[in-house]
């Protein structure tokens, strides 16, 4: 860490979220839609949850990659401009530093006084990301509780002793 207070994310680390999230995110979207198109054949409860569990890990995934997008483009110039906006232009040069976040993922415009201002990352990421994430690990836990129910087998003949 170099200690300059306008220090933004780490740019490897962002990249490497970006194409990760963009691989993850239509994979996992993909997934889900096989699996409800599944569980509305067999009109299984188990399934269609398991089908919006991972449906909802898609969500999660998606909203904070949308939100790591708007980090990758951002330059210095860009983190300034961002600042400028998120400040106004006439507090524009009380901009004291950068609080940069991974979790909760943020581009933070610190100003004289210490208040921080969002400046890159819309405001709506992180809370649709808890959301979804929430949802998924109620339902992936859901699901994961109540095993598949064991098929009988009618074709079993009594045993003659």
């Known amino acids: 860490m ?28 993909v997934r889900a839609v096989v699996l409800l198109i599944r569980a509305g054949a067999t009109r299984s409860a188990r399934a269609g949850a398991k089908g919006l569990a991972v449906l909802a890990w ?21 983190q300034s401009l961002a600042c400028r906006d998120a400040v106004g232009k006439e507090n524009a040069q009380r901009v004291e530093g950068y609080e940069p976040s991974f979790v909760p993922l943020h581009f933070g415009c610190r100003v004289e006084g210490g208040r921080i201002h969002e400046g890159a990352v819309p405001g709506y990421v992180n809370p649709a990301a808890v ?31």
Not at 8 to 13: E, I, R
Not at 59 to 78: I, N, P
């Open 2 to 29: 170099s200690g300059d207070p306008y220090d933004g994310h780490n740019p490897l680390l962002v990249l490497l979220l970006a194409l990760a999230g963009l691989l993850v995110t239509p994979w996992v979207g």
């Open 58 to 78: 898609a969500g999660a995934v998606g909203v904070y990659t949308w939100g790591v997008l708007h980090l990758a483009f951002l330059d210095e110039s860009g």
């Open 131 to 161: 959301v979804f994430g929430v949802i998924a690990v109620a339902l992936t836990v859901a699901v994961r509780s109540h095993p598949e129910p064991a098929e009988t087998t009618a074709t079993s003949a009594p045993s003659s002793t």
